[in-house]
């Protein structure tokens, strides 16, 4: 596969997990085709059909005439094709496990948490969800402290990889917080991933393409008819 091979990436504008692969594309100076399934929940593209027929999901990565589905998969195809830009997964095998770890513990344990929270059918099931999500934040939180050593990323100075699995974290938080009217990033419990989201939504691979929280919100009630 040729790094000048034609590149179009199939996403939509308010998924958490197409800004992954836009931001990773960005870090790389990749130029690509972008195609957007602004309702592909309810209506899905002839191209994405074809190109993830067993998922059905968006992101896909189309480098040539090959199709790569999956969001985390496609970070770190496009750092293992391009060697463009900086090195988005860590080179040293160790860390590299380390973040691939903690990147399936966000996709398993805190989305999991997250949809417990949104779908629980009463108080007491909304509560006990509540209190899981916290604490595998303040896992995370602690994470972060380790992994980042005082610096504002996971990986250090530059966002990396795990910053990229992380990131799509900040969108459905901040809808759960507004229908729930609960906190769940508090300066108390979790004051390094605070500083990092900022430092996150602000920088110049995530900024042209993250959402803000109110046009995540906004999104949500459309998508669930919620005033």
Not at 195 to 215: D, I, L, N, S
Request: aromatic share 10%.
């Amino acid at each position: 596969m040729a790094q000048n091979d034609t590149v179009k990436l199939i996403g939509s504008w308010a998924s958490p997990f197409s800004i992954r692969a836009r931001a990773a594309l960005h870090l790389k100076s990749v130029k690509y085709q972008y195609s957007d399934e602004p309702d592909v929940l309810r209506s899905k593209s002839e191209l994405l059909l074809k190109s993830n027929p067993i998922f059905k999901k968006v992101p896909v990565l189309i480098h040539g005439d090959v199709s790569i589905c999956e969001s985390l998969n496609i970070v770190q195809y496009i750092d293992e094709a391009w060697s463009s830009g900086p090195s988005i997964l860590p080179s040293h095998p160790v860390e590299r496990a380390n973040a691939r770890f903690w990147a399936l513990f966000i996709d398993e344990k805190i989305f999991g948490s997250l949809e417990a929270v949104g779908g629980a059918k009463d108080d007491e099931g909304r509560m006990a969800a509540a209190g899981k999500l916290m604490e595998n934040l303040a896992i995370l939180e602690e994470a972060f402290q380790k992994s980042s050593k005082g610096l504002g990323f996971f990986g250090g100075e530059n966002i990396g990889f795990l910053d990229l699995a992380c990131g799509t974290l900040l969108g459905p938080v901040s809808v759960i917080e507004a229908f729930s009217g609960v906190k769940f990033l508090r300066q108390e419990t979790t004051p390094g991933l605070i500083q990092w989201a900022e430092k996150f939504r602000a920088h110049e691979a995530v900024k042209p393409y993250m959402p803000t929280p109110e046009e995540f919100v906004a999104f949500a009630k459309k998508k669930f008819n919620v005033e």
